[in-house]
């Protein structure tokens, strides 16, 4: 859509509400548009893109914001504009000294940014993920955390191939290709809407990252066995066990929070799956679990994170996590991690899964599990994938990342209880 000027006022205040890091920066962006509802939907795309753009390079960005007129807040504003609808775009709507800045840090070399500014990253994660990068390739990890992730989608078996999604989609319009690793993965060319088409309205597919439904496949349940997705929230990976176990068996859907799993039922309802079961538990203690002890095929844990893996949709997280909200985080995972495995019988199956991309979060937890329970034992993730006839080379552990994967940063351990 073409720029206009008062949208770079709209796209100042909001940057300034969501820099305040007081909650997510999506729920904020939504405030603001129920606040204005005069805006437009490729208004509010203008706006929103660009606000998101600021947080992905917010170091590089304040760096090139330290010269120039008017305040801080604008001249981020600017950048984030620029990036988003270009320099040509916002020339009419700017002073000629805005103009001429503008001019000047278009032409600036990233390379010639200190390094830790070109990551846009703080240092404490820099310091996590140094211990696991060489600088080189820590650089590209960065770099592709500073871009929207691509939209992905996986075709619902029950209803329609994946062949059928992608010749639905082509018949609308709209451009796609199969994902490089998950057998029912789309992906798809710039965000489409999608909710109004038939094969979405149907049930033909549903949006879901690649690293999720590989997740899904490592736990690979079975039709007619009895599954558990412990913290299922809207329901993304529940429909695609359901799918995999060809609506047979049993599949609850645990999660803590009643909004969470409203989110699932109109899902559930596309779906044509019969076999799901959403449950409202008030903790990873509740009596509705203990009852189900013992007697469960297969445990999927995708634990409470930073959701460092997913700064690609969600870039103010690296600003609102720390150290010390990561140090809370971790005893809740082994928490809930603990009592999803008492769920599982001789001979069941565990995942331990994560969006984090930090050691602290995934291997720390699943090797603190593995020492107070004898009675598991790791299953090596390459292993399972080659069951799965899924081509993705891997050691004992799924670790997906943007970079190397184009998914989002994903964590996963496969654990078995011994017979």
Same mark, same amino acid.
């Given at each position: 859509? +073409?720029?206009?000027?008062?949208?770079?006022?709209? *796209?100042?205040?909001?940057?300034?509400?969501?820099?305040?890091?007081?909650?997510?920066? #999506?729920?904020?962006?939504?405030?603001?548009? +129920?606040?204005?509802?005069?805006?437009?939907?490729?208004?509010?795309?203008?706006?929103?893109?660009?606000?998101? $753009?600021?947080?992905?390079?917010?170091?590089?960005?304040?760096? !090139?914001?330290?010269?120039?007129?008017?305040?801080?807040?604008?001249? !981020?504003?600017?950048?984030?504009?620029?990036?988003? $609808?270009?320099?040509?775009?916002?020339?009419?709507?700017?002073?000629?000294?805005? @103009?001429? /800045?503008?001019?000047?840090?278009?032409?600036?070399?990233?390379?010639?940014?200190?390094?830790?500014?070109?990551?846009?990253?703080?240092? /404490?994660? &820099?310091?996590?993920? @140094?211990?696991?990068?060489?600088?080189?390739?820590?650089?590209?990890?960065?770099?592709?955390?500073?871009?929207?992730?691509? !939209? %992905?989608?996986?075709?619902?078996?029950?209803?329609?191939?994946? #062949?059928?999604?992608?010749?639905?989609?082509?018949?609308?319009?709209?451009?796609?290709?199969?994902?490089?690793?998950a057998p029912l993965g789309v992906r798809v060319v710039g965000k489409p809407p999608l909710s109004k088409l038939d094969a979405f309205q149907n049930g033909w597919l549903e949006v879901q990252d690649e690293g999720s439904q590989l997740l899904c496949a490592l736990v690979?349940?079975?039709?007619?066995?009895?599954?558990?997705?412990? &913290?299922?929230?809207?329901? @993304?990976?529940?429909? $695609?066990?359901?799918?995999?176990?060809?609506?047979?068996?049993?599949?609850?859907?645990? %999660?803590?929070?009643?909004? +969470? =799993?409203?989110?699932?039922?109109?899902?559930?309802?596309?779906?044509?799956?019969?076999?799901?079961?959403?449950?409202?538990?008030?903790?990873?203690? %509740?009596?509705?679990?203990? +009852?189900?002890? @013992?007697?469960?095929?297969?445990?999927?844990? %995708?634990?409470? &994170?930073?959701?460092?893996?997913?700064?690609?949709?969600?870039?103010?997280?690296? /600003?609102?996590?720390?150290?010390?909200?990561?140090?809370?985080?971790?005893?809740?995972?082994?928490?809930? !991690?603990?009592?999803?495995?008492?769920?599982?019988?001789?001979?069941?199956?565990?995942?331990?899964? *994560? &969006?984090?991309?930090?050691?602290?979060?995934?291997?720390?937890?699943?090797?603190?599990?593995?020492?107070?329970?004898?009675?598991?034992?790791?299953?090596? $993730?390459? #292993?399972? =994938?080659?069951?799965?006839?899924?081509?993705?080379?891997?050691?004992?552990?799924?670790?997906?990342?943007?970079?190397?994967?184009? *998914?989002?940063?994903?964590?996963?351990?496969?654990?078995?209880?011994?017979?």
């Amino acid at each position: 859509m +073409r720029l206009h000027g008062f949208l770079i006022g709209q *796209t100042e205040t909001l940057l300034a509400d969501v820099l305040k890091f007081t909650g997510p920066a #999506d729920a904020a962006t939504s405030r603001f548009f +129920r606040a204005h509802p005069k805006l437009g939907h490729g208004e509010r795309g203008v706006i929103a893109e660009a606000v998101f $753009a600021v947080l992905r390079r917010r170091m590089e960005f304040a760096h !090139l914001a330290e010269s120039g007129t008017g305040s801080p807040n604008r001249r !981020l504003a600017l950048l984030g504009l620029m990036q988003t $609808a270009g320099r040509t775009a916002l020339k009419p709507f700017v002073s000629d000294a805005e @103009g001429a /800045w503008l001019e000047h840090v278009s032409k600036v070399d990233p390379q010639s940014l200190p390094l830790r500014t070109r990551l846009n990253l703080p240092d /404490w994660i &820099c310091h996590a993920l @140094g211990a696991r990068f060489e600088a080189e390739e820590l650089s590209r990890l960065a770099a592709a955390l500073n871009y929207p992730a691509p !939209l %992905d989608l996986r075709a619902n078996p029950i209803k329609a191939s994946r #062949d059928e999604v992608l010749d639905a989609l082509s018949k609308a319009g709209i451009e796609a290709g199969a994902t490089p690793y998950a057998p029912l993965g789309v992906r798809v060319v710039g965000k489409p809407p999608l909710s109004k088409l038939d094969a979405f309205q149907n049930g033909w597919l549903e949006v879901q990252d690649e690293g999720s439904q590989l997740l899904c496949a490592l736990v690979a349940p079975k039709r007619g066995e009895m599954v558990v997705d412990f &913290c299922a929230g809207a329901g @993304g990976k529940t429909l $695609a066990l359901g799918a995999m176990m060809r609506s047979t068996g049993r599949l609850y859907a645990f %999660d803590i929070s009643d909004r +969470r =799993l409203a989110k699932l039922k109109p899902r559930l309802a596309r779906s044509g799956l019969s076999n799901v079961n959403p449950v409202l538990i008030d903790s990873e203690h %509740d009596a509705k679990i203990k +009852r189900l002890a @013992g007697k469960i095929d297969r445990v999927l844990v %995708d634990a409470p &994170c930073s959701g460092l893996g997913t700064l690609r949709r969600n870039p103010d997280l690296k /600003w609102r996590q720390s150290p010390e909200s990561i140090a809370e985080l971790t005893p809740k995972q082994l928490s809930i !991690l603990t009592s999803a495995a008492r769920l599982v019988k001789k001979g069941g199956r565990l995942v331990y899964a *994560t &969006c984090s991309i930090l050691e602290a979060e995934n291997e720390g937890v699943v090797q603190r599990f593995l020492a107070d329970h004898p009675d598991f034992e790791l299953v090596p $993730a390459r #292993d399972v =994938l080659a069951e799965q006839r899924i081509d993705l080379e891997m050691g004992d552990f799924l670790s997906l990342w943007p970079h190397r994967h184009s *998914t989002d940063g994903f964590f996963a351990a496969v654990l078995e209880r011994r017979g």
